[in-house]
């Protein structure tokens, strides 16, 4: 063994079963682990540090590229709801909920943190930098959000930018890009993103034209609309120059159930045109958002959303209505539906809920297709009754979708959320098992992984992760948390 020049000690794992995240057969090997590198796979003889792997699976840390964390990697350092997954990194500023400008960003982010102080920060690059500072449990890498931006250009005008506006937005996005920001998220069901027509978002996304920067989109209509929304989203990267990213694909509502095979189909044409397009999925069938974004779906005869598929997942001055969905508040207020909703929403305007809007077929359906990666959209409230998403999405694919279901092949759900998105995401010599590549390294146990908690009882970490290593640290001993933060703030190479 090479004499170590390692600040950290060589760590080895010992008779593991790798899945180097490329979506290949698994093969026998130790992994050692120096100086935040995995600098041998192969066999070792002897080690500073040994870890007996046998029957283990070792993979590259989880990728989870959908995520709401902007604010919880600098509230909750350790960022355990995550790294006790197997998550490694973590896209943050999705659904055009962004980091900066900070004024702007820090209200969206008083949703999920009502109480937290904040350190104020200088556009993504001082996101970034308080990061490289105050290091999370978890790697980050960044997308600007869209409505962060509007808001801090136009406020909450429904209208078109002026060209002052449109340039104050292109110029933060450029401070973002600079700073090495991974794309562009938009939020098309929230305010103000969704004032945001297409042609402002072709303008937009344009600035990111040949820097690798994507753009992502929480689209318009997830339910009857679905189709016409991958249409406006595969145009806008078209027309942009960029590639696409679309979040958490779904039909949402009874009446667009199925609509994935067609929105899957889209998908394929623009791919076969030449568009980078792919998509992300939490694998559940329900989903969670703000009570604000719902009540408006759940009026009328065509209405998208049923008032029952609505559960109040937090509610910080009401702990009593978190897990009740709206008929049940009904009942107890002696008021219908629609007026518990909007009371609800009166006294708790920051509320969140679960939504119950999916179809088990159509989960799979879009699991199923080579274009989809995971992505939790976890909502890092870490009481009440969040939705398990948040803690269980990656034990879930390994558990359920691959091992009992054998949706996947085990290979394939771990490059589902290792290599591929990566790859998408520009994050160089992340998300592979090989010499020099960052010791991003998730073990667990393929015959016993699984996620644990429910809808109705949703904050418990999965079972079956046993060891987590980021950058070489490991931050996950026997199934617990070791006080390690060793995530890096990622950027786009430039
Ligand atoms: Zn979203």
């Known amino acids: 063994m090479p004499t170590a020049r390692s600040s950290t000690p060589t760590t080895v794992l010992k008779n593991a079963t790798v899945y180097d995240g490329t979506g290949a057969d698994p093969f026998p090997a130790d992994v050692r682990i120096a100086d935040g590198r995995i600098d041998l796979v192969g066999e070792v003889v002897s080690a500073a540090r040994e870890i007996d792997a046998t029957g283990l699976a070792v993979a590259p840390g989880f990728i989870d590229v959908h995520t709401h964390d902007d604010f919880a990697a600098v509230v909750h350092p350790d960022m355990g709801f995550k790294v006790r997954g197997g998550v490694t990194t973590c896209v943050v500023g999705n659904c055009g909920m962004g980091c900066a400008p900070f004024s702007e960003a820090s209200l969206l982010a008083r949703v999920f943190h009502p109480n937290a102080k904040l350190p104020p920060w200088e556009g993504h690059r001082g996101y970034l930098a308080y990061l490289d500072e105050h290091p999370p449990g978890t790697n980050v890498a960044v997308l600007a959000g869209h409505g962060s931006l509007r808001l801090a250009a136009m406020g909450v005008a429904r209208s078109e930018p002026t060209g002052k506006q449109m340039r104050r937005m292109k110029s933060d996005l450029e401070e973002g890009l600079d700073a090495g920001v991974v794309g562009l998220s938009t939020g098309l069901i929230y305010e103000p993103s969704k004032y945001g027509r297409t042609e402002e978002l072709i303008e937009l996304a344009g600035v990111m034209r040949g820097t690798g920067a994507l753009y992502a989109s929480h689209m318009r209509d997830e339910g009857l609309g679905l189709l016409d929304s991958v249409r406006e989203t595969i145009r806008i990267g078209e027309q942009a120059g960029v590639a696409v990213q679309i979040s958490h694909h779904k039909a949402s509502g009874r009446r667009a159930w199925g609509l994935v095979s067609e929105s899957l189909r889209l998908i394929e044409a623009a791919q076969e045109r030449g568009l980078e397009v792919h998509a992300d999925q939490y694998p559940y069938t329900a989903g969670s958002t703000v009570l604000s974004a719902v009540l408006s779906q759940t009026v009328g005869a065509n209405a998208p959303l049923r008032l029952a598929d609505v559960v109040i997942a937090s509610a910080a001055g009401h702990p009593d209505w ?132 429910t809808f109705e009882d949703p904050i418990h970490y999965p079972e079956g992760i046993v060891h987590v290593f980021v950058n070489g640290v490991h931050t996950v001993r026997d199934g617990g948390l070791t006080g390690a933060t060793a995530g890096r703030a990622l950027r786009r190479p430039g």
């Open 322 to 453: 978190e897990g009740q969905s709206l008929p049940s508040l009904a009942t107890k207020w002696g008021v219908d539906a629609a007026e518990a909703g909007r009371r609800a929403l009166a006294e708790e305007p920051m509320a969140t809920v679960v939504l119950h809007t999916m179809d088990e077929e159509d989960v799979r359906t879009v699991l199923r297709h080579p274009s989809t990666m995971i992505g939790s959209d976890g909502i890092p409230i870490l009481e009440g009754k969040p939705h398990p998403r948040l803690f269980g999405t990656f034990a879930r694919i390994l558990g359920r979708y691959s091992r009992e279901l054998g949706l996947l092949s085990l290979p394939e759900a771990i490059h589902r959320m290792t290599g591929f998105p990566a790859r998408k995401f520009g994050l160089v010599g992340r998300g592979v098992v090989c010499e020099g590549a960052a010791a991003d390294l998730v073990v667990f146990d393929p015959a016993t992984v699984r996620d644990t908690g």
